[in-house]
C-alpha cells in the first residue's frame, strides 16, 4: 500500500496555489476549480477548497500538523520566513530524538512542520 494523496482544506484557491507554488517551488496543476494538485516525490499535495469546487462546506484547518522533509533545512527556514506564512518559529530547533526542524502555520490555519531531511527519525 502506498499513501498516494493529502488533502489540505483552503478557504481560497486562487491564494493557495499562489502560496503553495512559491512554497514548493513548482507551479503545481489545477484540476479542478476548487483542487489544486503539488507533485511532493510522488505524493500529490491538494489544495482543496471546497466553495471552489461546488461543496456546500467551508474549509476548516486540518487539527494537526501535516511533516515535509526538507533537504537545505537552514537555507529553507530563511526562504519560508519571508513567504507569508501565519506564524512561524523563530529558530529551528534540534530535538531528543535527533529531528532537526521548525513549525509554522499556513494563511489558511493548517498546522505544519518542515524537518531537516537529514535527521528524520522514522522510530527505528
Known sequence: ???????LPVSDIEAAARFYAAVFEQAGQ???????YFDCDGVIFACFDPRADG?????????DHLYFAVEN???????AR????????????T??????????????GNPLCFVDQQTI???R
Open 121 to 123: 527519525f522514522s522510530g
Open 30 to 36: 489545477r484540476v479542478g476549480a476548487g483542487r489544486h
Open 73 to 79: 533545512i537552514e537555507a529553507f527556514f530563511a526562504r
Open 95 to 108: 530535538w531528543p530524538w535527533g529531528e532537526r526542524s521548525f513549525y509554522a502555520v499556513d494563511p489558511f
Open 82 to 93: 519571508q513567504l507569508g506564512f501565519s506564524e512561524i518559529d523563530t529558530q529551528i530547533k
Open 55 to 63: 461543496d456546500l462546506f467551508d474549509a476548516r484547518p486540518n487539527p
Open 1 to 7: 500500500m502506498k499513501l498516494f494523496r493529502i488533502i
